[in-house]
């Protein structure tokens, strides 16, 4: 479930953005006891050497990211992202993705299976069935898109 939500976010945060992000979450608070107030942007800029636009951009993104095990306060309640969102357990979601999974062909439902249900990583499934990590990867993105394409026709 984890790493569905985390291959379907609506909008794709570059790993790049994310480490800056963090980055300057660190360097915020180095400088933060050190001015005793908040840097400007101008003085992350001048610190790290990063253009204000860029800097701007990741510091933008940390309200976006969210993680599915961060608590949650509702009504007095913690919950957690994955506790929020439902989970559709039913045998007529099985019977979907089983069709969905023979609209494939073998080595696709091959990867998907060891991928998804088997949970093994790109590696793993590239050793098992001969091909590189790189093109499992490539499969992958394939294989997920011809699914969401199924799930959208039916």
């Known amino acids: 479930m984890k790493k569905f939500i985390r291959d379907n976010k609506g909008i794709k945060v570059s790993r790049e953005l994310i480490y800056l992000s963090n980055r300057l979450d660190r360097l915020i608070d180095l400088l933060s006891q050190k001015y005793k107030r ?55 979601s099985d019977v979907e993705f089983k069709e969905a999974l023979d609209s494939l062909d073998e080595d696709e439902r091959i990867i998907a299976m060891d991928r998804f249900i088997y949970d093994k990583s790109q590696s793993e499934v590239a050793d098992t069935i001969g091909y590189s990590q790189a093109k499992v990867s490539r499969k992958e993105q394939k294989i997920i898109a011809k699914i969401k394409d199924y799930y959208k026709a039916s």
């Open 38 to 92: 908040m840097p400007t942007i101008n003085e992350l800029g001048i610190e790290t050497g990063i253009e204000e636009w860029k800097i701007i951009e990741a510091i933008g993104i940390r309200n976006c990211i969210r993680s599915i095990d961060e608590p949650m306060n509702s009504e007095g309640k913690e919950l957690t992202l994955e506790d929020i969102i439902p989970t559709n357990d039913s045998f007529e």
